[in-house]
């Protein structure tokens, strides 16, 4: 599998890859933000993307709903993962095309079993 890490924290980054490369998916990009991800989905494709929601420019839930007008991306698994854990905030992320939530700080158990909901 393809994943993209969207996060405007370069260690947040560094974490989530390091994360997925632990567990086996070693096919990772990152960016940072949701401009820089959108002109990687644009000439890439990605089978699951994992974002941040608070980020400059272009904030995690803007990139979903961008992804999801795009053909390629309408069905793929994405991966909302922020400090933003209130309910109305997990809420709106949903119903804007998450398939799944994790709410900061996080595990390498959690990211696995988020993983294994959606994949």
């Known amino acids: 599998m393809k994943f993209l890490v969207v996060d405007d924290s370069k260690t947040m980054r560094r974490i989530v890859a390091n994360t997925l490369n632990n567990i086996g998916y070693k096919d990772v990009t ?7 991800a959108m002109k990687k989905m644009k000439v890439n494709q990605y089978d699951a993307i994992m974002t941040d929601w608070n980020m400059p420019r272009m904030n995690g839930l803007e990139l979903v709903q961008s992804a999801r007008k795009m053909e390629r991306y309408k069905e793929i698994p994405i991966i909302m993962i922020t400090t933003e854990g209130g ?13 799944n939530y994790i709410v900061k700080p996080f595990t390498s158990k959690t990211l696995m079993e988020k993983l294994k909901d959606i994949i």
Do not use: F, P, Y
């Open 30 to 36: 990152l960016a940072e933000d949701g401009s820089d």
């Open 87 to 99: 309910k109305e905030q997990v809420i709106t992320a949903l119903r804007n095309g998450v398939n």
